[in-house]
């Protein structure tokens, strides 16, 4: 019940002495006390009642309400028989704890007071936790077999008030009553459940994103064979999903607790039913995987790929384009990976999750997603509706080997990783790390193989650059200079300081600018004209400079190898 109820009773005889704004306080008990400290009684909730015997002085009061507040009491309720007025010093301290405070008449026993309130609060938790075991069973009855998340989460919302949705590990929205959750809130969301995941901390969490407190329920995946508590957290935390409920569960009553979490258990056996469905695309990208990586006729391969378009693209008329996608997981800081984590099947529910439309709401929308996984690598064979005409040509005929199609709407490695850097970060703490590598789209069965070697190349580009969560795409692949992180770091010192070292030291005992020199005039083409102008040098001046530059090193500055070598020492420095 709340204090607004009680000053509203009139047989209770009690008088509002601060607090109004307070009045919204649920009453959970009421204890009867003249000790100086009875916190070792409370647990919070309780209307407190005293009459005001362990006041000896005004200095009693703020240490006494102290007491009081910090043990989350509702308030405080003082009787008038023995003092008359209650004291200032009291008001004021209650005040300051923002403590609402009453005046009992001296007419009124606190046995009546008390007497009251049990019967209204014990009434009232008889009638909630009828409540609360009949929608249970409705619920359990209803579940989501009948009608998927949503018929669970519209129960929430009509009998308790409760406004939830299901989210993915990368915070989106798979279900939702009501008004759908933005998708900034969705991330930051499943970025603190993982967080807390990771951490160690046991469910529900309580997060506030945009003041707005949520409590966020673990959904487990129970169709795994393992129980889920002897199980290394790595292994499920970026693919299992949450439910967050708009509400703060940390004051919450067992029952009500208890209900939710049979809820996510109902939420759990539609998710394990969503994932025996992608049974067939995954064994379909693994079929096709394994006749592209033993070297398969392409005649055979493309017959396979026929029989995925129409599960992957129902309706299609014509044969799609193909990308490919490679990613990895790989925990521990050393990149070899944690003992007893099979990193494979991580990889590729988390593939599974990423290629989906950030912007699409749903389980359903990863159907045209088929995602094998061989070793500790995840590979998505993801279709591409051709677009007629975008690229003038007919497509290829079995056997031959297709290029890149610039017209089909291909998968770009920055834009699959924009929206779910947070969250996976998140989930990847401080051991884990996440690469991905997009091929171009190709067009013919013998193009697979080459797609899958570019996607392969394109993840150990992104596994070399720094950071939890790195793509790199086929794009990327066609500059030298994203091969350069892969040489090892003596031979690149090695290698500018004998090219470069020399000029260095002569520019520091000279002042004669000669590195600065070199860059422009590598930049420049090697252009006599341009440079000078660049440089605002006059032309003798440059040839000087450079055959300095040439005298010091022992290089031909007219030869494209040295010109080659200087350029690929300036970018490694």
């Known amino acids: 019940m709340r204090l607004r109820a009680l000053l509203e009773t009139d047989a209770l005889g009690l008088r509002l002495l601060g607090g109004e704004d307070e009045l919204d306080r649920t009453v959970r008990g009421v204890m009867t006390t003249d000790l100086r400290d009875p916190s070792r009684y409370l647990s919070g909730g309780e209307l407190v009642l005293t009459g005001l015997a362990w006041r000896r002085d005004s200095a009693d009061s703020e240490p006494f309400v102290r007491i009081l507040a910090s043990a989350g009491v509702a308030g405080l309720a003082a009787g008038e028989a023995e003092l008359g007025a209650i004291p200032d010093d009291l008001v004021q301290a209650c005040l300051r704890h923002r403590l609402p405070l009453f005046a009992v008449n001296e007419s009124v026993a606190f046995a009546t007071i008390t007497e009251y309130v049990v019967r209204q609060v014990s009434g009232e938790r008889a009638g909630d936790l009828a409540a609360v075991v009949d929608r249970h069973r409705r619920l359990m009855t209803s579940g989501p077999a009948g009608g998927g998340p949503e018929v669970v989460l519209d129960l929430l919302g009509s009998d308790l008030d409760l406004r939830a949705w299901v989210l993915s590990p990368t915070g989106r929205q798979i279900a939702g009553a009501g008004t759908p959750l933005p998708r900034e809130t969705g991330a930051a969301l499943a970025g603190e459940h993982l967080s807390a995941t990771r951490g160690g901390r046991r469910g529900p969490h309580r997060a506030v994103t945009r003041g707005v407190t949520y409590s966020l329920f673990p959904i487990r995946n129970t169709g795994r064979g393992t129980a889920?508590?002897?199980?290394?957290?790595?292994?499920?935390?970026?693919?299992?999903?949450?439910?967050?409920?708009?509400?703060?569960?940390?004051?919450?009553?067992?029952?009500?607790?208890?209900?939710?979490?049979?809820?996510?258990?109902?939420?759990?056996?539609?998710?394990?039913?969503?994932?025996?469905?992608?049974?067939?695309?995954?064994?379909?990208?693994?079929?096709?995987?394994?006749?592209?990586?033993?070297?398969?006729?392409?005649?055979?391969?493309?017959?396979?790929?026929?029989?995925?378009?129409?599960?992957?693209?129902?309706?299609?008329?014509?044969?799609?384009?193909?990308?490919?996608?490679?990613?990895?997981?790989?925990?521990?800081?050393?990149?070899?990976?944690?003992?007893?984590?099979?990193?494979?099947?991580?990889?590729?529910?988390?593939?599974?999750?990423?290629?989906?439309?950030p912007t699409t709401a749903g389980p359903d929308s990863a159907d045209r997603i088929a995602v094998a996984h061989t070793g500790d690598e995840a590979i998505a064979l993801v279709p591409l509706p051709a677009v007629p005409g975008a690229d003038g040509d007919a497509p290829a005929e079995e056997g031959e080997a297709g290029p890149a199609v610039d017209g089909a709407a291909g998968l770009h490695a920055d834009a699959l990783l924009s929206a779910v850097r947070g969250p996976l970060s998140a989930g990847l703490a401080d051991d884990g790390r996440l690469t991905l590598g997009v091929s171009a789209a190709v067009h013919s069965a013998e193009g697979l193989r080459g797609a899958l070697e570019e996607a392969r190349h394109a993840r150990r580009v992104a596994a070399a650059r720094p950071g939890r969560v790195c793509a790199a795409g086929h794009h990327e692949l066609a500059s030298h200079v994203l091969l350069l992180p892969f040489v090892p770091d003596d031979v690149r010192r090695a290698f500018t300081a004998r090219l470069l070292d020399p000029l260095r030291d002569y520019d520091r005992r000279h002042r004669a600018e000669l590195i600065p020199t070199l860059e422009a005039f590598l930049d420049c083409d090697g252009s006599w004209t341009r440079c000078a102008g660049r440089l605002h040098l006059h032309v003798n001046t440059l040839r000087y400079r450079v055959g300095r530059i040439e005298q010091l090193t022992g290089r031909d500055l007219s030869r494209l190898e040295d010109k080659l070598d200087f350029f690929l020492a300036l970018r490694m420095s």
């Not at 208890?258 to 379909?284: C, K, M, N, S, Y």
């Not at 990895?328 to 529910?349: D, F, Y």
């Not at 593939?351 to 989906?356: A, G, K, Q, R, T």
């Open 228 to 357: 889920p508590a002897s199980r290394d957290v790595r292994e499920t935390v970026l693919s299992d999903w949450l439910l967050a409920v708009e509400a703060d569960a940390g004051d919450w009553p067992a029952a009500r607790l208890d209900l939710l979490q049979g809820v996510t258990q109902l939420i759990a056996v539609e998710r394990d039913r969503r994932d025996a469905a992608r049974t067939v695309r995954r064994r379909l990208a693994q079929e096709v995987l394994e006749l592209v990586q033993t070297g398969a006729a392409p005649a055979e391969i493309a017959a396979r790929l026929r029989v995925a378009a129409p599960v992957l693209l129902p309706g299609l008329g014509t044969a799609p384009h193909w990308q490919v996608v490679v990613a990895r997981v790989e925990w521990g800081e050393s990149g070899t990976g944690a003992p007893g984590i099979e990193a494979g099947p991580v990889a590729q529910s988390l593939l599974e999750e990423i290629l989906v439309d």
